[in-house]
């Protein structure tokens, strides 16, 4: 699966842009800072970087500027409020493959990422997660058994019903068998932080993705496997 890194410390807006390209079927690693950024890369090897340039600690041009030395090959993305002609062509100069200036059009972006995804030669790969519901258990593309409480299979099983549009967290609650009110929802969004960080220790993906709008989204393709829906 192609794995996007998003440096960014504006999380909410982090956060969307992970759900969105979750959506689309990419992998995301994320940080919100410069200083993590090596620590991430070397962790969770990314084949395009989204960059912000204005981040706390480390000027993104300076990132880019390290990045592009280090790995020649990453594909680099800045998106940025910087948007005079001066800085987009600092930013070009600096080593990035691609300029975009808040706010960014997700279709635009989409463009964006296809296009140097191909220039890179980076192709999509078929990457199926299995949820298999009779063994409570979630298998990744590459074989890996993840085990899951009846709770949490429940909870993706409704989800990979739901793709791909998001699971509201009005149905998350009525498909866990649960009244809807506020405290069941935090219920469930415990169970599904709980989840998320089940996957990510097992396979360093981030695939329970939330939005505030929307609900919950399983940001890979999932098939169900003896579903008994």
Known sequence: MIRIGLIED????RDNLAFFLGREGFDIAFESDGHAIDYLLALHPCDVILLDLGLPDEDGLAIARRLRAQQPSLGIVMVTARGSLDERLSGMR?????????????????????SLLRRL??????????????????????????KLTGREAKLLGHMARA??????????????????????????????SRLRKKI???TGQQ?????RSEGYLFGAALRLDGDPA
């Open 10 to 13: 504006n999380i909410e807006y």
């Open 163 to 192: 793709h791909p549009m998001a699971a509201s967290r009005q149905s998350l609650a009525a498909s866990d068998d649960a009244r809807v009110d506020p405290l069941e929802f935090r219920s469930i969004e415990v169970a599904l």
């Open 121 to 146: 030669g980076i192709r999509e790969q078929s990457a199926v997660w299995v949820l298999q519901v009779p063994q409570l258990q979630l298998v990744s593309p590459g074989g890996l058994p993840i």
């Open 200 to 202: 990510h220790d097992a």
């Open 94 to 114: 600096e080593g990035a493959d691609a300029y975009l200036v808040k706010p960014v059009d997700f279709r635009e972006l989409m463009a964006v990422l296809k």
């Open 207 to 211: 695939l329970i993705l939330a939005s």
